[in-house]
């Protein structure tokens, strides 16, 4: 069994920046790709990027020159670098974590940008 949990998460002003953590456990078994998706009210959850254990990474076009993710494999740990942040970013931001074919998710946390 993987548990997800993702943090930093918060309120902040157009043209800000948040960095997101999320981690999986226990940290001893391998996680093979690890995610963020995005879910705004009224609107489907999205994939925003995500990234292999050998740290190869793919971006939504939404998040491309804006975000930045990153793994702490050592940790089970991902990172999400939002600079940039648009009023159109407010979602609830989930991480996801693959292992042995089972996608493992966390319960979110809430990111809300302001005009």
């Known amino acids: 069994q993987v548990q997800v949990v993702e943090s930093g998460g918060g309120l902040v002003q157009a043209g800000g920046s948040l960095r997101l953590s999320c981690a999986a456990s226990p940290m001893t078994v391998y996680i093979s790709t690890m995610a963020w998706y995005r879910q705004a009210p009224g609107s489907e959850r999205e994939l925003v990027a995500s990234i292999g254990s050998g740290a190869d990474t793919m971006y939504a076009d939404s998040a491309k020159g804006r975000f930045t993710i990153s793994r702490d494999n050592a940790k089970n740990t991902i990172y999400l670098q939002m600079n940039s942040l648009r009023p159109e970013d407010t979602a609830v931001y989930y991480c996801?974590?693959?292992?042995?074919?089972?996608?493992?998710w966390g319960q979110g946390t809430q990111v809300t940008v302001s005009s």
């Open positions: 996801s974590a693959l292992r042995l074919s089972r996608t493992y």
